[in-house]
């Protein structure tokens, strides 16, 4: 259908959907490296756009507490809303990604979250459990969440530059090309929690939030990535993220207003 019509929406989505690594065929069938390097991305692409979405929905609380805690920083608020923006855009091209080539992501859960477990490792609860006020009334608390976030943040510009030097993801334009806009953005999503860290006494992050970080990247990329790559019975996900989350907050209205 798209060979035959020649209108610019559908030239650039040929073009797109010439850039997606197809399995390479032997006999009209897929080979076996060409499954697997598939299987592989979009894997990893599910494991993306389900943190992205966590990340901007849990800075919607985030942004919350920063206007209570700090009303009167203007530079700080807009840092952290556009920190939002950002992670809601990743989000979104993760979910054209998919789109664009007829596939739904992979069911994956709150384990391949690295704010979710970071959160739950250093504040001992899930990151929807997160105390509001009492992040916003003690400043060690609103000081940790800083660091939490901003370490998260290192951790991801890390991580994306090594999956630009990967070959397997090099092969897949689209995702390359999302990756380089990722790149882009990561400085600017850590830089302003250590920027306000350091003018009000926040401190570095502590020895016990690195090697929570470190071990949660660990195990994600050792363990987590290996078991979901290797399980027959994994299934893909029959909604989008933030369809379900809106149909959640029209369910639950008051839910968004008691929690962080
Ligand atoms: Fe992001
Ligand atoms: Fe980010």
């Known amino acids: 259908m798209l060979e035959t019509l020649d209108t610019p929406v559908h030239h650039q989505l040929r073009e797109q959907s010439d850039a997606y690594p197809r399995p390479t065929f032997h006999n009209g069938r897929p080979t076996l490296l060409g499954r697997m390097r598939r299987h592989y991305l ?11 979405h966590r990340g901007y929905r849990s800075l919607d609380r985030v942004l919350e507490a ?14 952290v809303e556009k920190h939002r923006a ?25 384990t ?26 003690q400043p060690e608390l609103f000081n940790k969440l800083c660091r939490i ?17 990967s070959l397997l993801v090099k ?9 380089k806009v990722i790149e882009k953005d990561e400085p600017s999503h850590w830089m302003p929690y250590d920027a306000w860290l350091q003018c009000h006494d926040g401190g570095k992050p502590r020895l016990f939030e690195r090697l929570a970080d470190f071990w949660v990247h660990l195990s994600l990329v050792l363990v987590k990535l290996p078991l979901l790559y290797c399980n027959p019975r994994l299934s893909r996900r029959t909604n989008w993220q933030d369809d379900e989350a809106a149909a959640a907050n029209e369910s639950q209205p008051s839910r968004i207003a008691r929690t962080v």
């Open 86 to 110: 950002d992670e809601r855009k990743h989000y979104a091209m993760f979910r054209r990604y998919f789109e664009l080539r007829g596939e739904m992501p992979y069911a994956v859960d709150r």
């Open 42 to 52: 979009d894997i990893l692409a599910s494991i993306y756009i389900y943190n992205e």
């Open 171 to 179: 092969a897949d334009r689209p995702l390359t090309k999302i990756f």
């Open 149 to 165: 976030i901003m370490i998260t943040e290192i951790r991801g510009m890390h991580m994306v530059d090594t999956l630009l030097q």
């Open 112 to 137: 391949c979250g690295h704010i979710d477990r970071l959160i739950r490792m250093t504040f001992g609860c899930h990151i929807d459990d997160l105390d509001t006020d009492a992040v916003v009334a």
């Open 66 to 79: 920063v206007r209570l805690r700090c009303p009167d920083d203007r530079t700080f608020t807009a840092q």
